[in-house]
């Protein structure tokens, strides 16, 4: 839907990290040193921004 | 008790507490996860039906989201908190309707298509409210779509509800104590390539232990090495001991309001036990 304000598991703010992360990963930069760039060390939110699937678009309409 | 600094920003720190045991570090981790105060977003108001703006326009009152989500969404932003100014909204002279000294209003009002951030939210009243990471995308609206919310925020604990959560992230483990038999080692340096973390390092034909505060006791060493001459223990009166916060306070407040619970409730366990005494 819409990337979570905060890591489910440690309550890190993550929201803030996800558009500035798809942005640098579009311009081709390894998802690998963005997450390390945006402080994300934890492996519970690292797969917060990598596995988010969002779709608010898709449902904003209805 | 010693306490070294091993790492002090605005949100993480990371501290090595010597002369110490577990039982008292656990002490101090819970208190700070669970019992310091934050002010968060409790109580959202939304205003209901047509938004009209300057030209005449009328906006539904909807988002893509539930109200629910959106409040759980905002209550969950973090909300620069000053500990010295605010008390619990139950224990305010107020009596809990909500005054200055307890309370925080912030007002949102957007107009679609767009996307609403947390830097949307106005503090009414001091701008030393505002929120400071103001990134994080509350809900995109679409077109003819508005939102004017009020919204309070107040002064809680992580015990009630993990908005108000000040640390995140804390956990403790021991010191590494790392100990190699200089005479029969044979300086394969198996070990400095095997570790993890960087923990061993060759100086002048020698293998040192360079970090030991990075050492997990992972013991990848002691399983590589054939000759057996490297021992890791973990040393239980030596412990290093981190957290993060979101934002809301400074590491070096939530530790120091933390310490200072645990002296309070102490201390009342104190007078308790001398009563008994009598």
């Known amino acids: ?44 939110c690292r797969r917060m921004i990598l596995t988010h699937a969002d779709l608010i678009d898709e449902v904003a309409p209805y | 008790m010693k306490i070294d600094i091993l790492e002090m920003t605005p949100t993480k720190a990371e501290l090595v507490i010597s002369d110490t ?23 959202v108001e939304f205003h209901l039906g047509p938004i009209m703006d300057e030209g005449g ?7 893509p989201l539930f109200d629910e989500i959106l409040a759980h969404r905002l209550s969950l932003v973090p909300v620069p908190t000053d500990l010295d100014s605010f008390i619990y909204r139950s224990k305010c002279s ?21 996307t609403v951030y947390s830097g949307d939210l106005e503090p009414i009243g001091s701008e030393k409210f505002r929120v400071k990471d103001d990134l994080i995308p509350i809900v995109k609206l679409a077109d003819d779509q508005a939102l004017l919310i009020y919204a309070t ?31 029969k080692c044979d300086v394969g340096l198996s070990c400095v390539n095997v570790c993890p973390r960087g923990v061993l390092a060759k100086e002048d034909k020698k293998i040192v232990v360079r970090h030991p505060e990075n050492c997990t ?10 000759t ?17 916060t979101d934002g809301s306070l400074t590491a070096k407040e939530v530790l120091i309001k933390g310490l200072k619970i645990l002296e309070e409730r102490f201390e009342t366990l104190r007078e308790q036990i001398g009563k008994l005494e009598e």
């Not at chain 1, 798809?22 to 945006?38: F, I, Q, S, T, W």
């Not at chain 2, 326009?57 to 988002?63: C, L």
């Open chain 2, 228 to 244: 057996g001459v490297i021992k890791v223990s973990g040393d239980p009166s030596k412990i290093i001991f981190r957290f993060e």
């Open chain 2, 153 to 183: 925020a107040e002064l809680g604990t992580g015990r009630q509800h993990s908005r108000w959560q000040a640390a995140l992230g804390a956990g403790y483990r021991y010191y590494g104590k790392i100990e190699i038999d200089h005479s």
């Open chain 1, 1 to 44: 839907m819409i990337i979570p304000v905060r890591c489910f598991t440690c309550g890190k703010v993550i929201g803030s990290a996800y558009e500035e992360f798809v942005k640098r990963v579009d311009m081709g930069e390894p998802p690998k040193d963005v997450l390390d760039a945006l402080h994300l060390d934890r492996y519970c």
């Open chain 2, 94 to 114: 107020c009596n809990g309707e909500g005054c200055p000294s307890c309370t925080v209003m912030y007002s949102l009002n957007k107009k679609g298509p767009c």
């Open chain 2, 217 to 226: 006791l992972c013991n990848a060493c002691t399983e590589v090495c054939d």
């Open chain 2, 21 to 43: 045991n577990p039982m008292f570090v656990n002490a101090l981790r819970r208190t700070i996860v669970s019992d310091v105060p934050k002010m968060a977003i409790d109580n």
């Open chain 2, 57 to 63: 326009t009328a906006y539904e009152s909807i988002s």
